[in-house]
């Protein structure tokens, strides 16, 4: 809303009225005036666009929305929301200079329909019939190869799945986070690569994604950090290329872990992405909670891609198509919740009858029991419920850890609330470069790639690290 005071944004999310003629959900912003002003000095207008008409809000203003918008107010356009309506606002008789300092301060319009405007218009004006597309993309579109690196240990061999890109530059070697995989920096890498001469290799963590070893519920804190140092060696002998580590998350903290344990000789850099020590373990006491929330199984890929979009774990379409691949497993012989219930519900019902009924619920069950079979649902390839005696292990001391690793650092989050006590000293002392990407989820490097990968190649250029690509212009942040 627009008052006299300056400019409120109001959302008119959730209305409902019999003089509203498009659904509220499509506006964003009304505007609103006095109802003890209505019709002193105010002048009809050409329709703006948009919905006709008006409704009563409480506290005595009136919405109005259209072809009689308020003029005499100066009236103002807002701008439209997924491209249905657009609605205007107003002051009492300001300036001209006012009115330009307050339309300044307006984000600006889309184009409106057949002005020829820029495919992001077109997308803000795609109406809800159109549905999006929630298929799997193979990993192989946005790196250029895997690889298996087999690690030799006490218990036998190991096996850890990378996925790589690039020819030259440093080795950005990239952690996932807990429950994720090395998928999860696939659009990361294709945008990283387009901007710096870098080498990507993305490590699938032990008991996440593709990697097997002999005992894949040890995911503490010393064991992950010792396979880093593993796959480096074995990948590299004893001559490794630079090397700057790149954690989100769990995989923050085990870079973090490796670092400070010396366990990669020729690292140059280290980078943590949305982990802070402080918040993490606060966090920690709801994790169970968030994890009883999410479903246990999927019936398809599709449906795995979909939720992980609509509940937000992932804002990014493109990067949920080929994340998620990563993150669920088919199952054989999975009984899905809903054929779980039946049965059960089937088997009270016939336990009041004879014994020819109980053979029927046999039948029956065994019937639903193979064509759940025949489903083939998908279901989470790691139970992290499971490994919360680790969580303490991963984050607790993080942030002197930080700290105290002589090597330039950076650290990219998706609030500056996230700041502990020590990492806000630290900052202000210098002792690493920090930026913070807002309208981002906790998967900062999926919602917002592009974005992750400039404050990276700023990084590795600043420190004369890597080359930019292309004409890459550094912009160096201002903490």
Known sequence: LLFPSGIVKFSAWGLRGPRLRYPAPFVKCCCA???????????????????????????????????????????????????????????????????????????????????????????????????????????????????????????????FRVYKSGSEGPVLLLLHGGGHSALSWAVFTAAIISRVQCRIVALDLRGHGETKVKNSEDLSAETMAKDVGNVVEAMYGDLPPPIMLIGHSMGGAIAVHTASSNLVPSLLGLCMID??????????????????????????????????????????????????????????????????????????????????????????????????????????????????????????????LFLSCPIPKLLLLAGVDRLDKDLTIGQMQGKFQMQVLPQCGHAVHEDAPDKVAEAVATFLIRHRFAEPIGGFQCVFPGC
């Open 33 to 159: 005036l006095p109802v003890e002003a209505q019709g002193e000095g105010v002048e009809s207008t050409e329709p703006v666009g948009g919905a006709a008409g008006s409704w009563v809000l409480s506290k005595g203003y009136r919405a109005s929305l259209g072809e009689r918008a308020v003029t005499g107010w100066a009236a103002l356009s807002v701008g439209r929301s997924f491209g249905y309506s657009s609605a205007t606002c107003g002051l009492p008789f300001m300036s001209a200079l006012e009115k330009s300092m307050h339309l300044g301060r307006l984000p600006s319009r889309p184009p409106l329909p057949g002005s020829g405007g820029s495919q992001s218009g077109a997308k803000m004006r795609m109406g809800p019939g159109r549905k999006r597309d929630f298929s799997p993309v193979p990993w192989s579109q946005y790196f250029e190869s895997m690889e298996d690196v087999e690690v030799e240990n006490e218990t036998g061999k190991d096996t």
């Open 275 to 400: 982990v802070v020590e402080g918040t993490a373990m606060d966090a920690l006491n709801s994790m169970q909670n968030f994890l009883r929330g999410r479903p246990k199984t999927f019936k398809s890929l599709e449906n795995a891609i979909e939720w992980s979009v609509k509940s937000g774990q992932i804002r990014n379409l493109e990067s949920a198509r080929v994340s998620m691949v990563g993150q669920v497993k088919q199952c054989e012989g999975i009984t899905s919740p809903e054929g779980s219930k039946s049965i059960v519900e089937g088997i009270i019902e016939e336990e009041e009858e004879d014994e020819e009924g109980s053979e029927s619920v046999n039948k029956r069950k065994k019937e639903d029991d193979m064509e759940t079979k025949k489903d083939h649902p998908y279901t989470w390839r790691i139970e992290l419920a499971k490994t919360e005696k680790y969580w303490d292990g991963w984050f607790r001391g993080l942030s002197n």
